[in-house]
């Protein structure tokens, strides 16, 4: 047995005989995908390698084509990650909330991925291997050791040079995707995403401490070094596992009760080496029965015990390596507020809470931004009866179901180890008969690209009254129906599978498609620089499907229509690209521009450093008027729920049925596919013409049409001008403000009811504009950004022929020229600035 093998075995105070039972690895065929672990992050395919024993199993990627965890995992050409280990959990918790583990970084093709030892022995162990000859001179060897009683994966690399000449490496490893992560005594460690889940990772040398991050190999010379990688209930237990290797160790262990007995299950225990400091440097969690142990390095800890709602409990304890007495820590009764939301009919009703803090009370911190069930000063609920913790105080409390809705608010004083409750009856103010709801594009976690929990995504959507959301994760074919049908939401949301297609340029939202499951990227096409191939590609992917949508997503609209090779000049973009979409989003969360009357705009970017902004909506515009016919979408783009959640933006169209469940997605599609949509933040704005013309129509319209134009509100949105667009122009006789006109607007939900004379001279197309100027969506959202957001409503033109020849796209560009590529900063103020 190796030095690193028995060092690990003396690790988990396992002897290394007798063992009661081998361990085992072996690679996931067809019909042993029920053996994967699941969980949040669990990514196991076909073709991987499982490593289990009596406590826990692991996932090793296999040497498979353009495998990797998932579209982050690691961006570029050679993001790709066989051979790393992708999923850890406890054996049957099926609670993996790892992404990767990659061991020196590991990235790129490898020789091969192959099972060592199958645990016959003793020992099970896959191995991953770069040979040198295609890893410039570099071999490299990742070896993955599980033996029985061991609760982590010992990862043992072997790096040899055989170049012929000295050569520095990196041998730092990399762990993704965690948001709370630190060290503890040279361990380190991260917590899952959502504490709730309660799982907690750690990794550290073995024998001797970690090498240093870069290392000089002289020709000719091997080495090799080695970790463990752990799991736990937490971050503490992880810890602790691969702290037992130097035997000097304590256990810190007890329960967590209130003072009638009952455990406390919801706490947490930050752990701190420095009382005089805020800074955590390592949290443990009770389990269900309140009970907690973990061991940690000897020494003298701060504990304290934390759970909102109740007032913390500190406790200093002296760890060593003598037995400890178990620790019995009492906290309050929680505190909190009892919530029954329903509907007109009684009914139980999804919704989402606010929690503002009044009169010196601070704004609570419920969780991380991306969970329904508690998110930063919000709760999401996919039921109307739920119970929220919180610490005592005076709060203002509002109540909202998205924005047809009427809204409750209620001011509070919650005293220590009390319920107050909150009830009431959320009316459907907004009559939309015969339209549903509908949000194109949004991801969670299997996206890559953020830690949303799938649930997480389907209760923000099902709280803010989005009815229709197709499935639309990154490079990856998905279907929400399993979680909607888990959480009783079917009677509120419907979903069709199917992606977004990603890369380093135009991203693209398609459905449908059937999800092949245990699949790299469930079997989804691969992305390609030109929307075009992009395009077709999914047109026919799986088969040819009519009904089939396809959407450009945050489009560049320069590039794409304008100005392809980024030169300054005007060379027509993706030729053809026009015709080969169904829409684009004009609008994706930010604030609507359509009535700014400019091709750009001059802001500051990420690092605070003025750049040109292009605005599409005015680009869309004069696409309109150059004869561009696909649809406008607007969207969310959520890749949390507080701050970049759902709900800012949304579409309807009609459908034949208002209840979820019987939403045709091959009808929403046909509509969205004929511009039959509304765009909007909230107001419900209806436009036909008098013949009955919807939005996306075409009509004949001697001498103009007439519009009939309704807006309707909710109790806590307004608004203050309806502007109608000819040909993108915003002419003065048809802008009504209630300055201007306020006999024409109303108080209640009705804002806006008239038949609008439109005279034409020329063929037009018209969009009416609905916006509170002078309005937000602040009682919406409380703090998070959606909050700023105006007021904003507009459709697909309704496009109007008025020579009898059918319509003819004008070709005015509205005052500007097409905006081009490398512009600059200064070039923009010259013709912006007056």
């Known amino acids: 047995m190796s030095g690193a093998l028995l060092g690990a075995s003396l690790l ?13 690895a072996f690679e996931v065929g067809p019909n042993a995908t029920d053996q994967l672990p699941r969980g949040k992050e669990a990514d196991g395919i076909v073709g991987d390698f499982i490593l289990r024993n009596d406590k826990v199993e692991a996932v090793i990627s296999g040497n498979l084509p353009l495998r990797r965890a998932n579209m982050s995992t690691f961006y570029g050409a050679s993001g790709m990650t066989p051979g790393c280990l992708y999923d850890l959990t406890f054996r049957g918790a099926h609670n993996d909330q790892i992404t990767i583990f990659s061991p020196g970084a590991q990235m790129g093709p490898v020789s091969y991925v192959r099972i060592a030892s199958e645990g016959r022995d003793g020992a099970a162990i896959v191995e991953t291997v770069i040979a040198a000859p295609s890893n410039n001179g570099i071999f490299k060897k990742h070896e993955y050791r599980l033996r029985d009683g061991w609760q982590g994966v010992l990862v043992v690399t072997t790096l040899r040079n055989e170049s012929g000449k000295p050569v520095k490496i ?35 040398p073995v024998d001797g401490p970690a090498p240093s991050a870069i290392r000089e190999l002289q020709a000719g010379e091997t080495f090799s070094y080695s970790r463990i990688l752990a799991v736990g209930t937490s971050p503490a237990e992880a810890v602790g596992v691969i702290a037992a290797r130097t035997g000097e160790t304590g256990l810190i262990s007890g329960r967590v009760s209130e003072r009638n007995g009952l455990p406390v299950t919801t706490a947490a225990i930050l752990i701190r080496t420095n009382s005089q400091t805020t800074a955590v440097n390592c949290i443990g969690y009770p389990d269900a029965q309140g009970r907690f142990a973990f061991r940690l390095p000897a020494g003298e800890y701060h504990l304290e015990f934390t759970d909102s709602g109740r007032t913390a409990v500190k406790q200093t304890v002296a760890v060593k ?25 009684g009914r139980s009703l999804p919704c989402k809470a606010q929690f503002q803090g009044v009169d010196g009370t601070k704004s609570p911190n419920l969780g991380p931004q991306n969970r329904a069930h508690g998110c930063v000063d919000q709760y999401h609920s996919e039921v109307g009866r739920f119970r929220v913790p919180l610490p005592p105080g005076k709060y203002k409390v509002i109540v909202t179901r998205g924005i047809e809705y009427s809204h409750i608010e209620q001011s509070l004083e919650l005293l220590p180890e009390q319920t107050v409750s909150v009830k009431g009856k959320l009316r459907r103010l907004v009559d939309t008969t015969g339209w549903v709801s509908a949000d194109y594009h949004n991801h969670s976690t299997p996206s890559g690209d953020n830690t949303c929990g799938t649930d997480d995504r389907i209760i923000n959507l099902a709280v803010e009254h989005v009815e229709f959301a197709p499935t639309t994760e990154h490079n990856r074919l998905y279907d929400w129906r399993p979680h909607i049908r888990k959480l009783g939401l079917s009677d509120y949301l419907q979903t069709v599978s ?24 469930n079997g989804a096409p691969v992305w390609n620089r030109d929307p075009r191939i992009s395009a ?40 053809g690209l026009a015709q080969l979409i169904d829409g684009l989003e004009t609008q994706n969360y930010a604030t609507s521009e359509i009535l700014d009357g400019r091709p750009f705009r001059i802001g500051t ?39 970049n959640g759902v709900g800012g933006w949304r579409m309807y169209m009609p459908s034949k049925s208002d209840l979820p469940p ?11 596919k004929a511009g039959r949509s509304i765009l909007t933040t909230g107001p419900f704005l209806q436009v036909r013409t008098d013949d009955g013309t919807l939005p996306g129509g075409a009509t004949r319209g001697p001498g103009g049409v007439k519009l009939n134009v309704k807006v309707q509100c909710t109790d806590w949105i307004d608004i203050d001008r309806v502007q109608v667009l000819v040909n993108g122009r915003q002419r003065k006789d048809l802008n009504f403000t209630r300055k201007s006109h306020p006999q024409w607007f109303g108080s209640g939900v009705v804002k806006f009811e008239r038949l609008i004379d439109v005279p034409l001279t020329q063929d037009a197309h018209l969009i009416v504009v609905a916006m509170g100027e002078n309005f937000t969506l602040s009682v919406g959202y409380g703090t998070s950004p959606q909050s700023r957001l105006k007021p904003c409503a507009y459709h697909n033109p309704i496009f109007v022929d008025v020579d009898g020849g059918g319509f003819t796209a004008n070709g005015d560009l509205l005052d500007w020229p097409l905006p081009v590529k490398k512009l600059t900063v200064e070039d923009v103020r010259k013709v912006t600035v007056k």
């Open 536 to 575: 077709i590609t999914l047109r026919d992917w799986q088969g040819a499907e009519p009904d089939r949508w396809i959407q450009i997503n945050h489009p560049d609209m320069v590039e794409n229509f304008i100005d392809r090779d980024a030169d300054g000049q005007v060379d027509g973009g993706f030729l």
């Open 605 to 643: 970017d990420s690092n605070r450093k003025e750049t040109v902004f292009y605005i599409r909506e005015f680009v869309w515009l004069q696409m309109l008027n150059r004869g561009h016919r696909y649809a406008a979408m607007a969207v969310n783009d959520a890749h949390s729920v507080y701050g």
């Open 662 to 672: 019987e939403i045709d997605w091959r009808e929403n599609s046909r509509h969205a």
């Open 170 to 204: 990196s041998t730092g490893d990399r762990w993704t995707t965690f948001t709370r992560t630190n060290s503890l005594a040279g361990i380190q460690w991260a917590d899952a995403v959502d504490p709730a889940d309660k799982a907690g990772y750690a990794y550290g």
């Open 12 to 24: 988990f105070n396992v002897a290394v005989t007798p063992i009661s039972a081998a361990p085992e």
């Open 498 to 521: 199917g992606l977004e297609l990603t890369g380093s340029g135009p991203h693209l939202n398609s459905f449908p498609f059937r999800p092949e499951p245990y699949r790299q990227d």
């Open 321 to 345: 390596a003598d037995p400890s007495v178990p620790m019995e820590i009492a906290m309050e009764t929680l505190a909190g507020v009892q919530f029954d939301i329903q509907d007109e009919q």
